[in-house]
């Protein structure tokens, strides 16, 4: 037991001495990355470029639903017309066929609107996820340049160190 206790005592010692030389050497630092990111001038900068873009995509969207509401009202308009008895048969078929077009028509509107609606979703998504890998990589690396400056070893990010959402 004594000689277990002289070989574990001095290795213990040994150990306890060097790990505190090298947390001596050790410097932490700590950033708030939410903070930096949502107070950087390029972010704002990107996120009005976005709202810009998100606008023009509504207007587009309003346009075409208006050639929709249009397109939908001309349908019912013809609908009418072939039901109208006063005129002949071969008028109504006509009209009908005609009526029968302009729902394909509609339909093939309808389907374009929802396509445009999705891409548009998709493409919002796509420019904001580049915003955000773009701006983080700059503040990284100004945080890492100043980091190195400071002689810290170690930088941690508050924000998840305290919560769950972050950047």
């Given at each position: 037991?004594?000689?277990?206790?002289?070989?574990?005592?001095?290795?213990?010692?040994?150990?306890?001495?060097?790990?505190?030389?090298?947390?001596?050497?050790?410097?932490?630092?700590?950033?708030?990355?939410?903070?930096?990111?949502?107070?950087?001038?390029?972010?704002?900068?990107?996120?009005?470029?976005?709202q810009?873009?998100?606008?023009?995509?509504?207007?587009?969207?309003?346009?075409?639903?208006?050639?929709?509401?249009?397109?939908?009202?001309?349908?019912?308009?013809?609908?009418?017309?072939?039901?109208?008895?006063?005129?002949?048969?071969?008028?109504?078929?006509?009209?009908?066929?005609?009526?029968?077009?302009?729902?394909?028509?509609?339909?093939?509107?309808?389907?374009?609107?929802?396509?445009?609606?999705?891409?548009?979703?998709?493409?919002?998504?796509?420019?904001?996820?580049?915003?955000?890998?773009?701006?983080?990589?700059?503040?990284?690396?100004?945080?890492?340049t100043?980091?190195?400056?400071?002689?810290?070893?170690?930088?941690?990010?508050?924000?998840?160190?305290?919560?769950?959402?972050?950047?």
């Amino acid at each position: 037991m004594k000689n277990i206790l002289r070989m574990t005592l001095p290795a213990f010692l040994l150990m306890a001495f060097l790990s505190g030389s090298a947390l001596a050497q050790t410097k932490i630092a700590t950033v708030d990355l939410k903070k930096l990111f949502d107070n950087y001038y390029k972010t704002k900068l990107a996120q009005a470029a976005i709202q810009e873009r998100a606008t023009q995509f509504d207007q587009d969207e309003k346009g075409m639903k208006g050639d929709l509401k249009k397109s939908s009202d001309d349908y019912q308009q013809l609908l009418q017309q072939a039901d109208d008895q006063a005129l002949a048969a071969a008028e109504r078929d006509r009209r009908k066929q005609s009526a029968a077009d302009k729902l394909k028509e509609l339909q093939t509107s309808k389907a374009a609107m929802d396509q445009f609606d999705r891409q548009a979703q998709v493409t919002l998504g796509e420019q904001r996820q580049r915003m955000r890998e773009n701006i983080l990589t700059e503040i990284k690396a100004v945080v890492t340049t100043k980091a190195k400056a400071g002689g810290y070893t170690l930088v941690f990010d508050t924000c998840l160190l305290y919560t769950s959402r972050c950047v």
